[in-house]
């Protein structure tokens, strides 16, 4: 059993940057990031291997940056130009295989929320 937990959530504005960050309590493969809008459902938003391969979702490329810290066990989400339709409840994922759906993540963290408003 795995366990994530997140931190770096808060309240930005528009156009701002937030930094998530996931700490695990084992080495695991694949690690990401997911987000939940409210009333919508968890999307994946990106993802990344113990190797360094790395996924994201169409909404967030070129303004987000995922990276990953083996010795620490610790994925680390990069926001930029962050926009109001970003804000969501941001979950931390891995699993022993590569994440490219929800379904594929066998673990899960408990989420932090990401405000963008004014």
Known sequence: QVQLVESGGGLVQPGGSLRLSCAASGSIYSMGWFR?????QRELVAT???GGRSNYGDSVKGRFAISR????????????SLK???TAVYYCGASRYWIN????VEYWGRGTQVTVSL
């Open 36 to 40: 939940q809008p409210p009333g919508k």
């Open 48 to 50: 990344i291997t113990s």
């Open 69 to 80: 810290d083996n010795a620490k066990n610790t994925v680390y989400l990069q926001m930029n």
């Open 84 to 86: 109001p339709e970003d």
């Open 101 to 104: 759906a929800r379904v594929t």
